[in-house]
T-cell receptor
Framework: SQTIHQWPATLVQPVGSPLSLECTVE??????LYWYRQAAGRGLQLLFY??????ISSEVPQNLSASRPQDRQFILSSKKLLLSDSGFYLC???????????????????FGEGSRLTVL | AQKITQTQPGMFVQEKEAVTLDCTYD???????LFWYKQPSSGEMIFLIY??????QNATEGRYSLNFQKARKSANLVISASQLGDSAMYFC?????????????FGKGNQVVVIP
């Protein structure tokens, strides 16, 4: 079965410090990978997605970046954190197929446990 | 423009009662998918139900059903026989197109509190 794991679960960082959140997927190959951010009491905002190694698409311009050094590894980074970067970060994966029937074919996202970042 | 709209304020629901969560969406695609996720206080995102745009019947998954009205572009979630564990945020989401990128656009969520 497929699993997704992200870490760290909780992070408190000072303004201007770097950030690295890591996400790995097991039990599947060539997944689509995503980073979402959820500000307090808000919906999910797509930050980055990747359809393959080294292929990163950014949805929102910001001081964050993402990398996919391996097929099932997705990293969210920042060189200098801002107060506004505080939030709950969720990594997710999906299958590639689109069609009726199997859950992976619907485009369903499977989420990690989330990483709560507080920038002080 | 916002693609998924969830505007209901926080809701209190009596245990064992049914609750309907509203969701409207905006798309010009003919092929799309609609999802509902549950987010308890722990933060994890739990998939509840899926409706494809070409599905003729409303989706059902246990106590969850989706009232899909394509012409009105609405995909309301119905939770029957509410339980205390249903207290959570509920998010409606949409996947557009068939390009395989599977990006989901999420609404802002509905807060549900089930009271005994």
């Amino acid at each position: 079965s497929q699993t997704i794991h992200q870490w760290p679960a909780t992070l408190v960082q000072p303004v201007g410090s770097p950030l690295s959140l890591e996400c790995t997927v097991e039990g599947t190959s060539n997944p689509n990978l995503y980073w979402y951010r959820q500000a307090a009491g808000r919906g999910l905002q797509l930050l980055f997605y990747s359809v393959g190694i080294g292929q990163i698409s950014s949805e929102v311009p910001q001081n964050l970046s993402a990398s996919r050094p391996q097929d099932r590894q997705f990293i969210l980074s920042s060189k200098k954190l801002l107060l506004s970067d505080s939030g709950f970060y969720l990594c997710a994966w999906s299958g590639r197929g689109i069609g009726a029937g199997a859950r992976m074919d619907t485009g369903e996202l499977f989420f990690g446990e989330g990483s709560r970042l507080t920038v002080l | 423009a916002q693609k998924i709209t969830q505007t209901q304020p926080g809701m209190f629901v009596q245990e064992k009662e049914a609750v309907t969560l509203d969701c409207t969406y905006d798309t010009s695609d003919q092929s799309y998918g609609l999802f509902w996720y549950k987010q308890p206080s722990s933060g994890e995102m739990i998939f509840l139900i899926y409706q494809g745009s070409y599905d003729e019947q409303n989706a059902t998954e246990g106590r969850y059903s989706l009232n899909f009205q394509k012409a009105r572009k609405s995909a309301n979630l119905v939770i029957s026989a509410s339980q205390l564990g249903d207290s959570a945020m509920y998010f409606c989401a949409m996947r557009e197109g068939r390009d395989g990128n599977n990006r989901l656009a999420f609404g802002k969520g509905n807060q549900v509190v089930v009271i005994p």
